[in-house]
């Protein structure tokens, strides 16, 4: 119960004050005597059935003085508002503190197996249909799920910048035989030992040399090395290449590549010098403070594309181009998505 007790309270430590005075107002509301307490017959009263009971109120009673007062009531409303409290499928009580989960049923929603400490060393999980084998502690739990977020983000990464090799490879294909001619002779500039390969020292002299602060560093070349062979082949250097000249955003907020979608202020991006861009997660999380004069509003790249094509479009989002800066708008895209013409000079895409 002490593991529910901290998180309760730097969950209120963390809120805001609006969040603050809005858990001090339940509180009072509970509080019908107002004694600055909570006694046992104002907690049966008011607090949902699901935690009404005797037993419940002893465990949120951490001095034992027969009565809740503010500290101890954190507990409850976290109990209450952040999270939906399991039960030991042996014995019935509240799991409040470490506890095992059947990892066979986990995702069923509330018909999963879960054993308090005690069940699970008495062996209530003999009669479950699930081997005990299956059986893992919250806190396994908790890694397991983040290791495999992990490992499908990276599936999901190196997916996405195979799309991007198949891009480049397709305006190379797609080129003259000078631009082929100019597109090779880039890849042997890169290296610079002539051994047929770029590996990490060639690459970040190159990065150096160019001035891309955002390139210059190994895990990005870990994410160009797509078959992981620690160097970069010609494909793949035509896939950095591809990067850089159709200017495919880092995040603003985490500073990762993005490979695929991402979130661009609107109100950078009418400004053709300059750019805010989020990843999906960063976007998704609220990490980064970003706004103009308190407007806040971000489009996905498919989005915006759009909007600079359909002017209702625009108009909703927020999204407004005139005179020289739609031009200088319009043509960085059509560089950026080749557009125009490739077949002429490396100065295009490829």
Known sequence: MEG???IARSYYERASEAEKKSIKQSFAKLDVAGDKKISLAEFKKSVGSWLCTEAVFKKLDENGDGCLDFDEFLCLHYMEKKVDIARCSGCWELLVGPYFSCLLCFGRGADT????CACYRRGGCLSHEHSVQN????????MLFRNRTAAAEKTQNKKEMEELREIAKAHY??????VQTLAYDFYRSMDSDGDGRVDLSE????????GYPNMQNSSFFDELDVDGNGTLDFSEVMTLYYIIKSGRPFCDCCTKFIPGVFFSCVECFKNPRSSFDLCRDCYRAGRCDHNHGGRAQFLDNHTLLQAMRDPALAQSSGVTFHGDKWKLAL???????SIGNVAGTLCTIL
């Open 4 to 6: 529910m007790r901290e």
């Open 113 to 116: 197996y879960d054993l308090c």
């Open 135 to 142: 059986m893992m502690d919250h806190h396994s739990l908790i």
């Open 173 to 178: 294909r797609a080129g003259s035989p000078q």
């Open 203 to 210: 690459f970040l002299a190159f990065m150096r040399h160019q």
């Open 331 to 337: 043509n960085a895209f059509e560089v950026a998505l």
